[in-house]
C-alpha cells in the first residue's frame, strides 16, 4: 500500500481480555516502530524491530505487552489481560532505515472499560 | 537519556497571520535529526519539516520554517500565513543519527487558528 496501515482503528475491550492490533508498514521498509500515546500526550516509545528482529523492547510497560514480526512485514502487538490504564492510541510507524523520517499509519485507539 | 520539551501546551494564531511554537531538547550527541510533526483530529501523524544537526542552514518548507539554534539546544516552527487547515497538535521530534534507537517526542502543542 501507499502508507502505513494499522486496523482496526478502533477497539474497545472488557478489563482482562486480550487484545492484538495489526500494523501493515510501506513496503520494503526495513523499520517497524510501535509508540502508545495517551489522551493529550506525545507519543511514547514501546519497541523497535529491523526487519524480524525485536532489537528494543524497553518501552513495552510490562510483561503483558507483546509484540511480533515474524516475516519482516506485518507487525502484531498483542495486549493480555488488557487494563484501564492501557486505554490509548497505539501508533505504528515505518522508516527505509533507521534514524530517518518516519512515516505513521493512523493509529488504534483502544479503550478498556 | 535524550529529551524534548515543548513549553507551550496550547497556542493560538489569527488567520494569516506568524506563529511560533517552542521546542528545547537535551542531547549530549553532535549528529541528529529533528523533526516537527503534525497530528490533525485524524490522528495521522505528518511530518511536516525535518532538520539535519549538521547543517547550519535553517531547513524551510513553504510555509513553514525552523529556527534551529544548536548552542542553545532549541528547536523553534514558526508558520507563516495561518491558515485554517494548520490547526492541529504539533509535535517536535529528536533521533540520533547513530545506533538503533526511536524518535523521541515531546508532548506537543496544541495550535488553534482563529477565523
Known amino acids: 500500500g501507499a502508507g502505513v496501515s494499522q486496523s482496526p482503528r478502533y477497539k474497545v475491550a472488557k478489563r482482562g481480555q486480550d487484545v492484538a492490533l495489526r500494523c501493515d508498514p510501506i513496503?520494503?521498509?526495513?523499520?517497524l516502530f510501535w509508540y502508545q500515546q495517551a489522551l493529550g500526550q506525545g507519543p511514547e516509545f514501546l519497541t523497535y524491530f529491523q526487519n524480524e528482529a525485536q532489537l528494543d523492547k524497553s518501552g513495552l510497560p510490562s510483561d503483558r505487552f507483546f509484540a511480533e514480526r515474524p516475516e519482516g512485514s506485518v507487525s502484531t502487538l498483542k495486549i493480555q489481560r488488557t487494563q484501564q490504564e492501557d486505554s490509548a492510541v497505539y501508533l505504528c510507524a515505518s522508516s527505509l532505515v533507521v534514524n530517518t523520517e518516519a512515516f505513521f499509519g493512523q493509529g488504534t485507539r483502544l479503550t478498556v472499560v | 537519556a535524550q529529551t524534548v520539551t515543548q513549553s507551550q501546551p496550547e497556542m493560538s494564531v489569527q488567520e494569516a497571520e506568524t506563529v511560533t511554537l517552542s521546542c528545547t531538547y537535551d542531547?549530549?550527541?553532535?549528529?541528529?535529526?529533528l523533526f516537527w510533526y503534525k497530528q490533525p483530529p485524524s490522528r495521522q501523524m505528518i511530518l511536516v519539516i525535518r532538520?539535519?544537526?549538521?547543517?547550519?542552514q535553517n531547513a524551510t518548507e513553504n510555509r513553514f520554517s525552523v529556527n534551529f539554534q544548536k548552542a542553545a539546544k532549541s528547536f523553534s516552527l514558526k508558520i507563516s500565513d495561518s491558515q485554517l487547515g494548520d490547526a492541529a497538535m504539533y509535535f517536535c521530534?529528536?533521533?540520533?543519527?547513530?545506533?538503533?534507537?526511536?524518535?523521541?517526542f515531546g508532548k506537543g502543542t496544541r495550535l488553534s487558528v482563529i477565523a
Open positions: 542531547t549530549s550527541e553532535s549528529d541528529y535529526y
Open positions: 532538520q539535519e544537526a549538521y547543517k547550519q
Open positions: 521530534a529528536y533521533v540520533r543519527n547513530s545506533g538503533n534507537t526511536p524518535l523521541v
Open positions: 513496503s520494503g521498509h526495513v523499520s
